[in-house]
């Protein structure tokens, strides 16, 4: 029986035989009997099968000898390399250095494995790539047969996305630790995952490592259930929120923006938090909400005065005007009284003295009111269907005895078809004492004589119904005309004027929906016409 432990059949390896029997490969295929020639044939199809499949192997697959040249090769080598005939491995790897042979070299006689070798490649038809190499040395029973199977894979896009993995990583991790704001992921159990350096220095208690540790270490039990609410919210709706947060180390403010990190399939791994320091901006908003409200109380207070100014200027002629009622009273008093002491009173007569006394009341009543509602505040319009001419008559109530006193005649001209408008009546009143005082300085300050102020109401259009103040005062100077409604711009001396009465005007009178128009004829005068939306 000849036998023995290593042959070659058909190029495939046998590991023990014995004419008429084969054993292949490792010990636990079990022993396949057959005769020599359907053993060959065995192999032959074996091989094919394993040939193939090698072909179709994306990686370079190439055995090659003691002097580095290629024994075998797959479909993928030759098709990625060519010229290769005669040529050693190394040389058409362009191994320049020699590093890869001298690692070859070693594996000869040997089983042992080179992993992970890199190598830079270029070629006109390939352009820039990048092999990882590994080899395994194959032993013979003869010595100088001895075979490297080398495995060339073509890593060069992988390389590529390591690379710009790195290159995003860096960029990202500049970006994360250059800003100004605190940056950290955390966990579904408010665990640190990172942490960048600005939270780290805000965070002192934060030190060594900051994976593992855990929001509770370093904050206040309430602060910590704060946090992990809001944790718990952002995990379960998957949308990101944002809150103010005061540092109760420092004092200061910050915004935090919460947002989900989610995986390709949606679901929620961490949760990156952003933390903005506002304490600046907090304080600038406090001192700006402060000026804000110093200003308004200012600003009542100006209002406030602007219509003290108005009505001290009226009290001399409310002292007249309620002077003359005072004395009819006076003297129908004395009269009755002298009837009575004298035992002659006409019993007759009393009830039409009487009624005169009390026409002199009421009359003295409506003054009275009229300065009450004058002095109200401002707030809180009651807007009512009226008649503007009722206003203009009102309105000189109170100011009509002054015009008369400081000898400036008047020309009221009121259609007296009006329609009725939607406002409040006592702002109504207020803005034309305001054109009237105005009307009337500007004619005392321009004219000895010849002064004159005329009132007008009318419909403006079937939609509109207006009232126009004018006088015969120098005019408004085009440069200031812009100006005038300005609050707080006067030209009068400080302390006469405060320079509200046609702001607050204006206000009212956009309030109503309506608008003021100018015409000013310079040393002619001026005329103002307020224009008001009639009541639908
Ligand atoms: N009829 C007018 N003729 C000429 N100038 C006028 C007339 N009405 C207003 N002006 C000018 O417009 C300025 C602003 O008027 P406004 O009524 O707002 O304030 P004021 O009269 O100066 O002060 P206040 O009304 O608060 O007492 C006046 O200072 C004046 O220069
Ligand atoms: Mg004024």
Not at 331 to 336: A, K, R, Y
């Amino acid at each position: 029986m000849v036998s023995g432990q290593w042959a070659v059949v058909g190029g495939l390896e046998v590991r023990e035989w014995r004419i008429g029997e084969w054993r292949i490969g490792e010990k636990n295929w079990g022993m396949k009997t057959v005769n020599v020639d359907d053993a060959i044939e065995i192999c032959r199809r074996e091989k094919r099968f394993l040939e193939n499949i090698i072909d179709m192997v994306p990686e370079s697959l190439v055995v090659v000898n003691k002097d580095l040249r290629i024994k075998k090769a797959n479909r993928t080598f030759y098709e990625t390399f060519q010229n290769v005939t005669g040529r050693s491995l190394c040389d058409i790897l362009q191994d320049k250095e020699g590093k890869l042979a001298c690692e070859l070299t070693r594996l000869f006689g040997t089983e042992d494995m080179l992993e992970k070798f890199e190598l830079h490649y270029w070629s006109e038809k390939l352009g820039d790539l990048t092999f990882e190499i590994t080899a395994r040395g194959i032993i013979h029973a003869d010595a100088e047969e001895a075979e490297v199977l080398v495995v060339a894979r073509d890593r060069t896009e992988r390389k590529m996305a390591e690379e710009a993995l790195l290159e995003s990583e860096e960029k990202y991790s500049s970006l994360v630790e250059s800003t100004e704001d605190s940056i950290y992921l955390v966990d579904r159990n408010c665990g640190y995952l990172f942490a960048n350096k600005k939270y780290l220095s805000r965070v002192p208690l934060l030190t060594g490592k900051v994976k593992g540790r855990k929001y509770s270490e370093v904050h206040s039990k309430e602060e910590t259930k704060r946090f992990a609410d809001k944790v718990k919210e952002v995990f379960e709706t998957g949308k990101s929120l944002f809150y103010e947060y005061r540092n109760p180390r420092d004092g200061r403010y910050f915004v935090r923006t919460l947002s989900p990190v989610k995986e390709p399939g949606g679901i929620i791994t961490a949760l990156t938090v952003i933390s903005k320091d506002i304490t600046n901006r907090k304080l600038s908003e406090e001192k700006l909400e402060k000026a804000y409200q110093d200003m308004k109380a200012t600003t009542a207070q100006l209002v406030h005065n602007e219509k003290m100014s108005a009505l001290g200027e009226l009290t001399a002629s409310v002292a007249h005007e309620l002077n003359q009622p005072l004395n009819n009273i006076k003297i129908s008093s004395q009269s009755l009284l002298r009837d009575i002491n004298k035992n002659r009173l006409d019993i007759n007569a009393l009830p039409q003295d009487l009624k005169e006394v009390v026409e002199q009341v009421n009359k003295m009543a409506g003054i009275v009111d009229h300065m009450r509602i004058f002095t109200r505040r401002l707030e809180g319009m009651n807007m009512e269907e009226i008649d503007i001419n009722e206003s203009i008559t009102n309105m000189f109530v109170l100011i009509g005895s002054q015009l008369r006193s400081h000898n400036i005649p008047l020309c009221q001209e009121l259609a007296p078809d009006l329609r009725k408008i939607l406002g409040d009546s006592i702002g109504l009143e207020q803005v034309l004492t305001n054109l009237m005082i105005n009307a009337r300085g500007a004619v005392e300050d321009f004219r000895e004589t010849g002064r004159i102020i005329e009132i007008r109401s009318f419909m403006n259009n079937e939609n509109e119904v207006a009232v126009s103040i004018k006088d015969n005062g120098g005019g408004i100077p085009s440069h200031i005309r812009d100006r005038i409604f300005e609050p707080f711009f006067t030209t009068k001396p400080p302390g006469q004027g405060t320079g509200l009465g046609l702001g607050v005007s204006l206000k009212i009178i956009e309030e109503h929906n309506g608008r003021i128009e100018l015409e000013v004829e310079e040393g002619k005068g001026s005329m103002f016409t307020i224009i008001l939306p009639i009541a639908e």
